[in-house]
């Protein structure tokens, strides 16, 4: 059996189907910034068992911060 080629593909697929969608901004800064504060709260809340820094909601909100920039400076390259 013979697979179709990727230019028989493009040509059966119509263009809004191959286009990436961008999202709606909001949506995807609200998402950034909900998992970047879980994870945040998670590298803490482990640092401050292993005592390399104090458990404290600055810090968290520091590391947030610290990693929404990086997610966007990262996506938006």
């Known amino acids: 059996m013979k697979l ?3 230019q028989e593909l493009r040509a059966a697929t119509p263009a ?3 286009m990436a969608s961008q999202g709606d901004p909001r949506v995807l800064f609200l998402m ?3 998992l970047s504060a879980v994870f945040a709260t998670v590298v803490i ?3 401050s068992i292993v005592t390399a820094v104090a458990f ?3 810090t968290v909100g520091i590391a947030t911060l610290g990693l929404m920039l990086l997610t966007w400076l990262v ?3």
């Open 4 to 6: 179709p080629r990727r």
């Open 16 to 18: 809004f189907e191959t």
């Open 32 to 34: 950034n910034l909900v």
């Open 45 to 47: 809340w482990g640092l």
């Open 56 to 58: 404290e909601w600055r």
């Open 75 to 77: 996506v938006m390259r």
